[in-house]
């Protein structure tokens, strides 16, 4: 069975096929590709996720394994990357309402989206496959000394080069990458940043946080890759330090039977769960609302975290765990940080304008300013900053009425604070 008939039988839609222009975005190379093309409304798909998942069972029950290098999207659509010996697929799955007078230019896609007819609702599955690109390269497995807690490897990049590591860890211990690389006269400048995953998938920083450092707790027992990536333009040394404390025998938090410990909301939304433990770790004490209201058959909303240290922590509300950070399916954000003074002073990712600030009244009386939302191309946040007991927080919200992140913001001080 070749990829177009693969493709049709998995979603039930024939599609076309043709030769067209094939970039990877990521190397920056192309060619052409053979692509096939799949249209739908929503009485075939419910949403971008579940094409995505459809589409991924598809490609790996032929053998391909998806690379995160690739990944990005949003409610409105996603882009996803699959490698098999020197092939390389690249997925894009989009969607949009029939007529684009249906969606006004300055409304959030989730609020368009909600009111539309599932005829009104048109969904792009594109597959576009090429052969004869660079295989990604082969992981170098990281060992520790007996009794050892850490272990270091020394490595050069060549420019925009990357190399692949992998190590394997239990569920419930603490891992610590940091990676050491800067252009000799220039050793403030990053050169090389990392992409760390596990074996199933699950992303535990993406190459859009351009970080040299991570710490949490690691969700499973398995294999764990570590891509040390150059993002330079000439050669360079580095050193990766990786550090795994022993397991704890602490189970993870939940919003069950939280209540009452002083870094823990009342209750805990689902989706953060799995990763209360990574944040406590950053000692600032968590304010969360109880869920986050997203629109009808959207997927539910996936923390990503921009930083997590600590002292502070900075978390992109995504639309679903393939999101990673982009841009496109960003839902809002939360951040939290240890400061000094009583004013505002924002944070690495989430600028305080003060020229734009506008003062307002949460509850528990706590003073608080509110900066409005600015729509070009895209909408930024609208966000809300307080500080309460020498700590800073924000809430924002893509695009969002002044109403809505006071709402979401009241409502994480009344789940947080005692």
């Given at each position: 069975m070749d990829?177009?008939?693969?493709?049709?039988?998995?979603?039930?839609?024939?599609?076309?096929?043709?030769?067209?222009?094939?970039?990877?975005?990521?190397?920056?190379?192309?060619?052409?590709?053979?692509?096939?093309?799949?249209?739908?409304?929503?009485?075939d798909f419910q949403?971008?996720?579940?094409?995505?998942?459809?589409?991924?069972?598809?490609?790996?029950?032929?053998?391909?394994?998806?690379?995160?290098?690739?990944?990005?999207?949003?409610p409105g659509g996603?882009?996803?990357?699959?490698?098999?010996?020197?092939?390389?697929?690249?997925?894009?799955?989009?969607?949009?309402?029939?007529?684009?007078?249906?969606?006004?230019?300055?409304?959030?896609?989730?609020?368009?989206?909600?009111?539309?007819?599932?005829?009104?609702?048109?969904?792009?599955?594109?597959?576009?496959?090429?052969?004869?690109?660079?295989a990604p390269p082969e992981p170098k497995r990281i060992q520790f000394a007996p009794g050892a807690a850490s272990a270091q490897v020394l490595g050069s990049l060549a420019a925009s080069g990357i190399d692949r590591y992998v190590l394997a860890a239990m569920a419930g211990q603490e891992m610590t990458v940091n990676l050491l690389a800067a252009l000799s006269g220039d050793p403030a400048t990053v050169s090389s940043i990392l992409v760390i995953w596990g074996e199933d998938g699950t992303v535990l920083i993406s190459d859009h946080a351009d970080a040299t450092n991570w710490m949490g707790e690691l969700p499973l027992s398995q294999d764990y890759y570590i891509d040390v990536k150059s993002v330079a333009q000439v050669s360079v040394d580095y050193a990766l330090e990786v550090i795994i404390a022993p397991t704890t025998s602490d189970p993870t938090p939940t919003s069950e039977g939280s209540e009452g410990r002083g870094n823990l909301p009342r209750e805990v939304p689902p989706s953060f769960q799995p990763v209360v433990a990574q944040l406590e770790s950053t000692g600032v004490p968590l304010m969360l609302p109880p869920d986050f209201p997203v629109g009808k058959d959207l997927p539910p909303i996936h923390p990503y975290f921009y930083t997590v240290e600590s002292g502070e922590y900075e978390i992109s509300l995504d639309f679903g765990a393939e999101c990673r950070g982009a841009g496109a399916c960003h839902y809002g954000s939360l951040t939290g940080k240890k400061v000094d003074s009583n004013a505002p002073v924002g944070t690495r990712n989430f600028v305080f304008e003060a020229e734009r600030a506008q003062k307002v009244t949460l509850v528990n009386d706590i003073e608080a300013y509110f900066i409005e939302s600015r729509c070009g191309a895209n909408c930024d946040d609208a966000k809300v900053f307080w500080i309460y007991n020498?700590?800073?927080?924000?809430?924002?919200?893509?695009?969002?009425?002044?109403s809505d992140v006071l709402n979401l913001a009241n409502a994480t001080i009344e789940n947080s604070i005692p």
């Amino acid at each position: 069975m070749d990829m177009a008939d693969a493709m049709s039988q998995a979603l039930g839609i024939s599609g076309d096929t043709v030769v067209a222009p094939f970039e990877d975005y990521v190397s920056g190379k192309s060619g052409a590709g053979c692509e096939t093309t799949v249209i739908g409304t929503g009485n075939d798909f419910q949403h971008v996720g579940v094409i995505a998942d459809t589409m991924t069972e598809m490609l790996q029950a032929q053998g391909w394994q998806e690379d995160i290098n690739y990944a990005g999207g949003g409610p409105g659509g996603l882009i996803a990357g699959f490698r098999k010996a020197n092939g390389l697929c690249l997925l894009v799955v989009s969607s949009g309402p029939s007529d684009e007078g249906l969606c006004s230019d300055d409304e959030p896609f989730g609020a368009c989206w909600e009111r539309l007819t599932p005829e009104q609702r048109i969904f792009t599955i594109t597959l576009n496959c090429t052969q004869d690109t660079a295989a990604p390269p082969e992981p170098k497995r990281i060992q520790f000394a007996p009794g050892a807690a850490s272990a270091q490897v020394l490595g050069s990049l060549a420019a925009s080069g990357i190399d692949r590591y992998v190590l394997a860890a239990m569920a419930g211990q603490e891992m610590t990458v940091n990676l050491l690389a800067a252009l000799s006269g220039d050793p403030a400048t990053v050169s090389s940043i990392l992409v760390i995953w596990g074996e199933d998938g699950t992303v535990l920083i993406s190459d859009h946080a351009d970080a040299t450092n991570w710490m949490g707790e690691l969700p499973l027992s398995q294999d764990y890759y570590i891509d040390v990536k150059s993002v330079a333009q000439v050669s360079v040394d580095y050193a990766l330090e990786v550090i795994i404390a022993p397991t704890t025998s602490d189970p993870t938090p939940t919003s069950e039977g939280s209540e009452g410990r002083g870094n823990l909301p009342r209750e805990v939304p689902p989706s953060f769960q799995p990763v209360v433990a990574q944040l406590e770790s950053t000692g600032v004490p968590l304010m969360l609302p109880p869920d986050f209201p997203v629109g009808k058959d959207l997927p539910p909303i996936h923390p990503y975290f921009y930083t997590v240290e600590s002292g502070e922590y900075e978390i992109s509300l995504d639309f679903g765990a393939e999101c990673r950070g982009a841009g496109a399916c960003h839902y809002g954000s939360l951040t939290g940080k240890k400061v000094d003074s009583n004013a505002p002073v924002g944070t690495r990712n989430f600028v305080f304008e003060a020229e734009r600030a506008q003062k307002v009244t949460l509850v528990n009386d706590i003073e608080a300013y509110f900066i409005e939302s600015r729509c070009g191309a895209n909408c930024d946040d609208a966000k809300v900053f307080w500080i309460y007991n020498g700590i800073q927080y924000m809430v924002g919200l893509k695009g969002g009425r002044q109403s809505d992140v006071l709402n979401l913001a009241n409502a994480t001080i009344e789940n947080s604070i005692p």
